[in-house]
Nanobody, 121 residues
Framework: QVQLQESGPGLVKPSQTLSLTCTVS??????????WIWIRQPPGKGLEWMGS???????NYGPSLKSRASISRDTSTNQVILHVSSVTPEDTAIYYCARGRGPSAENGMDFWGKGTLVTEN
């Protein structure tokens, strides 16, 4: 089965860059027909689709993040990386990586990581 696991610092200083890594097992981020997605859930709020990256390396981002979010990949380690610059308290959330059926939220997801809490402090 496909497995995804988020990792990275749980605390981010104000105005610094949030960085997380999603390690993908049993699927290839370069050859898969699926996309790789970052989703977050702030406390007391709903899920927010942040962005995705496809096997070609093409990326899509949610409108609320604009230029602050960057999704990349490390093909040698089969990992997907998220960077969110200039963090504010609004960036405090549980962050999930997931496998998507396409590049957009409307395509749906089938596998999720367990999520990791990132707090701006």
């Amino acid at each position: 089965q496909v497995q995804l696991q988020e990792s990275g610092p749980g605390l981010v200083k104000p105005s610094q860059t949030l960085s997380l890594t999603c390690t993908v097992s049993n699927d290839s981020i370069t050859t898969s027909l699926y996309s790789w997605i970052w989703i977050r859930q702030p406390p007391g709020k709903g899920l927010e689709w942040m962005g995705s990256i496809g096997s070609s390396g093409s990326t899509n981002y949610g409108p609320s993040l604009k230029s602050r979010a960057s999704i990349s990949r490390d093909t040698s380690t089969n990992q997907v990386i998220l960077h969110v610059s200039s963090v504010t308290p609004e960036d405090t959330a549980i962050y999930y990586c997931a496998r998507g059926r396409g590049p957009s939220a409307e395509n749906g997801m089938d596998f999720w990581g367990k999520g990791t809490l990132v707090t701006e402090n």
